[in-house]
């Protein structure tokens, strides 16, 4: 069963403005990371934060993870059109070693 | 360096054909995975191997066998091809055999069965 869920399942914002998208999962994680992945092809590492992180920043991107709620959010500041791609999270949970699980993604559509 | 090397791109079979997507990695990393992805589905993990020789199985390992007998190269075989198994597949690989570490996927294998 997928343990990420994405929300919303689409984005649609115009170049320069910021797009956030978030992650719901379900059981405790290590490790909570963000992928891109453009249109066929593969997915693309942007970020990872660890369970004991609440934020986290790497250029135009900003990471925060609320293990209370079980959600973390992924915010794209001054959007631009390279940027469209579809956006997913993966988790690593605490009782699944070794075992890294998807969520559906966010397609995100950055119009100039 | 290459990164992930995936082979084929593009293949079609018939059902009940055999065959072998191939896996390579030139990174020295010890643990590699594939994965699945359907429309609306996002990746589901088949089999993935944290070494040479140790392979385990993943949320959907039915249908499909792995070996690890180097450190780079991670085969994945379906053994009699269903149209259920008409998908992209993508492997992964990574430097920590856990999983804190970012996972470098190749562009992906596009099957279908008919």
């Known amino acids: 069963s997928q343990q990420g869920e994405e929300d919303p399942q689409a984005l649609s914002i115009q170049e320069g403005e910021n797009a956030t998208m978030n992650c719901s999962y379900k059981?405790?994680?290590?490790?909570l990371q963000w992928y891109r992945q453009n249109s066929g092809r593969g997915l693309v590492h942007l970020i990872l934060?660890?369970?004991?992180?609440r934020e986290k920043h790497s250029g135009r991107l900003r990471v925060t993870l609320d293990t209370s709620k079980k959600s973390s959010s992924l915010l794209i500041t001054a959007s631009r059109a390279a940027d469209t791609a579809s956006y997913f999270c993966a988790t690593d949970g605490t009782g699944t070693a070794s075992k890294l699980t998807f969520g559906t993604g966010t397609r995100l559509q950055v119009t100039l | 360096n290459a990164g992930v090397t995936q082979t084929p791109k593009f293949q079609v079979l018939k059902t009940g054909q055999s065959m072998t997507l191939q896996c390579a990695q030139d990174m020295n990393h010890e643990y590699m995975s594939w994965y699945r992805q359907d429309p609306g589905m996002g990746l589901r993990l088949i089999h993935y191997?944290?070494?040479?020789?140790?392979?385990d199985q993943g949320e959907v390992p039915n249908g499909y066998n792995v070996s690890r007998s180097t450190t780079e190269d991670f085969p994945l075989r379906l053994l009699s091809a269903a149209p259920s198994q008409t998908s992209v597949y993508f492997c992964?690989?990574?430097?920590?055999?856990?999983?804190?570490?970012?996972?470098?996927f190749g562009d992906g294998t596009r099957l279908s069965i008919l």
């Open positions: 992964a690989s990574s430097y920590d055999r856990g999983l804190g570490q970012p996972q470098h």
């Open positions: 191997s944290v070494g040479a020789g140790i392979t």
């Open positions: 934060i660890r369970s004991n992180e």
């Open positions: 059981t405790s994680i290590n490790n």
